[in-house]
Each structure stands twice: as structure tokens, then as C-alpha cells.
């Protein structure tokens, strides 16, 4: 069992990033604004040979019952349940502030280890907030630079003595913990692929054992927090009725149905152009690194409201990285005529979203946990369709059928041959085609992209062709 670190602190102290800096990773948000962190972020962290579960935390304040603040300080207090070391912060640049005194006594009262670590502790600054420190009453304050990575050897020898006398010297130093956080995966894409060479049979690549990451995105206040929560049948992620409470892209791992999942919650996309403050453009930006990074993502609509063309710009990014699609029009329990609200939302994915033809439209309710069911029955097909692979012998069958049918137009006043198909990789399933010239048309192509779709029944999934130029087995060497 590994040791869990909490890291707690008023806002703008310097917790996500010894976050970033213990993990090894950028995953957490950091900007100069107070209170950019808000849900509880879990990581593998790593001080020397210690190995430890560490949790960011939003900033401790004082609020009033039921406000934004209040539920996110309540997410605090369950990490520091959760922990067996608490990392206190303070900010020796500001100063010892009445909410540092405040919510040390609360700690203090707790009963819970806690370190005191005074951050931006850069050269000989924050002399007189150590010698303050003291009156925390939490024993003596660890002077680091999280930014700088000054002072980790005190915090180690730290965790060390607290860990000797909490009988977790052993845990501290043992195998590392399973990630709870959004990882770096190969730069060709979320998920490993194997190819051939030009003109070769493939054999069939063998997909990872592993969990199926989705990636739960849309508008802002479309539910994506709620629907997680239901799932897991605890607030895990903090929910409210104001829009855009979600910041960081949260990975939680979830288990369904006899098959292990990661669920990545994000924070709801806007319009570019609507985007004017920093922390909203990285919290898109890590929305968007969730996309890149999923197998299957679960479009969140409000099925009481007509689709936006956010909606659709965002089903087409996510065509674009070549990730599998379903759409869960959430909030089904408050449509009154549902026939018709269907009806309306399958009109317009069928005139807007024509590359994506079948792709599954699944009325839920995340608050309620109706149809759950069928959201994930379709996430099992699309994902079998999105890592489907054709055998080459199939697949040049069809296309004879095809081009019999269709024979390819004149290109530059010559006839374009195509020679050979094959699939190169799937997910998403990628087909290499071989012609005798460049320049085959988009509308032909598009030929060739339906009737793939419809004989092999590749509905709801990206595909992508790739033109080869034959090589001329006559011209000189």
C-alpha cells in the first residue's frame, strides 16, 4: 500500500506546482490568479527513492455554507482524510496570513500528521514568515522553492522522520502506485499501432490489455462532472449549477461490467473567440490534450436545448485526432416531447456531422444514472468498429466490386488505375490505396470511403485514405 501525500494551502501558494514538480509532469494547471485549482488531481510522485500517491488540492478558504468554495474546500477535507502525510503550504513572500492561522488550527485539530513547508523560499527571502511560521503550532517550517526545486532534500529528510514514526518507512520506499493522472503517451497517438510496408500482408496487431480511457468533453454545464459522479456512486468531482467548475482534465478509474475503464472529465470548450482569460485557454488546451489522448469520447449534449455549432466543432476535432465518438444527449429526464427532441437532434448530426454518418446518439441521465446501460453498450461497439482491422484479400475483393461499378475519372486526360488496397493500421482504421498517378478526386475518394462504411460496417468512426504512387516495375532502374 502506498503512502498518500496531500498537498493543502489557501490559494496561490505554490501546491499545483510541487504537484508538477513531485510528479514529474505539467499535468496540473499553474497561473498567477488565486483558486485556478478546484477538483482534487491524484499522480505518482517521486522524491529520490521515495515513492509515494500524491493529491492536489483547491485552495482552503473560508466561505459560507453551500457556495462554490465551500464544495471545493470540501473536496480538501476528503483528501486530507484520505492522506497519511499532509503537506501544509504557506507563502512566504505574503506573509502569515489569518487564513494560514486559521486552517492550521483545523488541522491541528484533526489530529492528522502535517509538514509545514514555507514555499518561495528563493535565496534568503521569507526570513521573518519562517520565524512566524512557528506559531502554527505544526512544528518547523521546511523552506522550499516548488518553482525552482530548491529545499526537496529538507522535505525529504522530512517525509522521511514523519514516515519512521508513522511505521510507513517501508511503503515510502516501495513499488511505485498506479497513476490516477492523464500520462504521456507515444507522439504518433493515444494508442500503440504496428504497420506494413508498401504492398505486404499485415499481420494482425495485438491492442493493450489495459483500461479503455474516455474522454467525457463538451460545452460548458453539459454534465460531465455529474454524469462521472454517478458512476462512480460518490461527488468525486466538484458540481454545481455554475458553468465552467471543471478546470483540470481529472482521470479517475472506474470499473463496469466486468471491463476496466479510465474516466477523464474536462473542462467544458468554448469558442476560441470567446476565450479571452489565460486560464481558459489551459483549461481548453488540457480538454484537448483528453481528446488526443482517449480511445472513445463521450460528446455531452443538453437534449433540451437545439445543438450549438460548438457542439459540432467539437465532434469534428475529435473526427479530426481520429478518436471513436458517441453523443450522450444528457438531461433526457426533463424533455417533454422526446420523439420530437430526437427526431431534431438526429437531423442536424445528419446534415452537420455527414463524415461521422451512425455515429450513436444515446439519451441519458447523468443525474438520475438512466440509460447508462445503452451509453456504454454503444462505447463497446464503437470502440470494436474503431479498432476493427479487414484482411487485404477482403478488402481487394471489394474494391474490384467497386471499381466495376464506378471505374476511377480521367486525371489530366488519362485514366487512373488503382492497383491495390490494403489496411495499414487501425484506430482508426487507416487504408493505404495504391494508384498509378496522383491526384485522385475527393468526390471519388469519397466513393470509396462510403462504400467501405456500408460493406464493412464502419459506421460512426473516422477513416482515413492514403494515396501511394505504384512504382513502374518497367522504368529503368
Request: proline fraction near 5%; glycine fraction near 10%; include cysteine.
Amino acid at each position: 500500500m502506498a503512502v498518500t501525500l496531500a498537498i493543502v494551502g489557501r490559494p496561490n501558494v505554490g501546491k499545483s506546482t510541487l504537484f508538477n514538480r513531485l510528479t514529474g509532469t505539467r499535468h496540473a494547471i499553474v497561473n498567477d490568479q488565486p483558486g485556478v485549482t478546484r477538483d482534487r488531481r491524484g499522480g505518482s510522485g517521486q522524491l529520490a527513492e521515495m515513492r509515494f500517491h500524491l493529491i492536489d488540492t483547491a485552495g482552503l478558504e473560508q466561505a459560507r455554507q453551500g457556495s462554490l468554495e465551500a464544495r471545493m474546500r470540501a473536496q480538501t477535507e476528503a483528501a486530507v482524510q484520505q492522506a497519511d502525510i499532509t503537506l501544509m503550504m504557506i507563502d512566504v513572500r505574503a506573509g502569515l496570513l489569518p487564513d494560514d492561522s486559521y486552517f492550521a488550527g483545523l488541522l491541528r485539530k484533526a489530529g492528522v500528521p502535517v509538514i509545514l513547508l514555507a514555499n518561495k523560499c528563493e535565496g534568503k527571502k521569507g526570513d521573518t514568515a519562517l520565524a512566524e511560521a512557528w506559531s502554527l503550532g505544526l512544528g518547523m517550517p521546511v523552506p522550499i522553492s516548488a518553482e525552482h526545486g530548491e529545499g526537496l532534500i529538507d522535505l525529504h529528510d522530512a517525509l522521511l522522520e514523519q514516515a519512521r514514526a508513522l511505521g510507513l518507512e517501508a511503503a515510502l520506499y516501495g513499488e511505485e502506485v498506479e497513476e490516477e493522472i492523464l500520462t504521456s503517451l507515444p507522439a504518433e497517438g493515444a494508442l500503440p499501432e504496428t504497420g506494413a510496408a508498401d504492398g505486404e500482408e499485415e499481420e494482425v496487431e495485438t491492442l493493450p490489455a489495459g483500461p479503455l480511457r474516455l474522454a467525457v468533453v463538451g460545452r460548458p454545464n453539459m454534465g460531465k462532472s455529474t454524469l462521472i459522479n454517478s458512476l462512480l456512486g460518490e461527488d468525486r468531482l466538484l458540481t454545481g449549477p455554475e458553468a465552467g467548475i471543471t478546470r483540470d482534465a481529472i482521470l479517475v478509474p472506474f470499473h463496469y461490467q466486468d471491463r476496466d475503464y479510465e474516466l477523464v472529465d474536462t473542462a467544458g470548450i468554448r469558442r476560441n473567440a470567446r476565450i479571452s482569460d489565460r486560464v481558459e485557454w489551459l483549461m481548453v488546451q488540457d480538454a484537448q490534450r483528453a481528446i488526443q489522448y482517449a480511445a472513445v469520447c463521450v460528446l455531452m449534449l443538453d437534449a433540451r436545448q437545439p445543438l450549438h455549432k460548438q457542439d459540432m466543432a467539437i465532434a469534428r476535432h475529435i473526427a479530426e485526432e481520429g478518436r471513436a465518438l458517441v453523443i450522450a444527449a444528457n438531461m433526457w429526464d426533463a424533455v417533454t416531447d422526446k420523439q420530437a427532441a430526437m427526431r431534431r437532434i438526429r437531423d442536424r448530426l445528419q446534415t452537420s456531422l455527414a463524415q461521422l454518418r451512425g455515429v450513436p446518439l444515446v439519451p441519458i441521465s447523468g443525474l438520475y444514472s438512466q440509460g447508462i446501460g445503452n451509453l456504454f453498450a454503444a462505447i463497446g461497439d464503437m470502440d470494436s468498429v474503431w479498432s476493427s482491422r479487414i484482411a487485404t484479400a477482403r478488402l481487394n475483393r471489394w474494391l474490384e466490386r467497386m471499381l466495376e461499378a464506378h471505374p476511377p475519372p480521367l486525371v489530366k486526360g488519362r485514366r487512373l488505375r488503382i492497383r491495390y488496397m490494403t489496411q495499414i493500421k487501425s484506430r482508426p482504421p487507416t487504408f493505404a490505396l495504391f494508384v498509378s498517378q496522383n491526384g485522385l478526386p475527393e468526390s471519388y475518394l469519397r466513393y470509396l470511403i462510403g462504400g467501405l462504411r456500408d460493406e464493412f460496417g464502419l459506421t460512426g468512426v473516422p477513416l482515413r485514405m492514403v494515396l501511394r504512387k505504384s512504382s513502374n516495375p518497367y522504368a529503368p532502374g
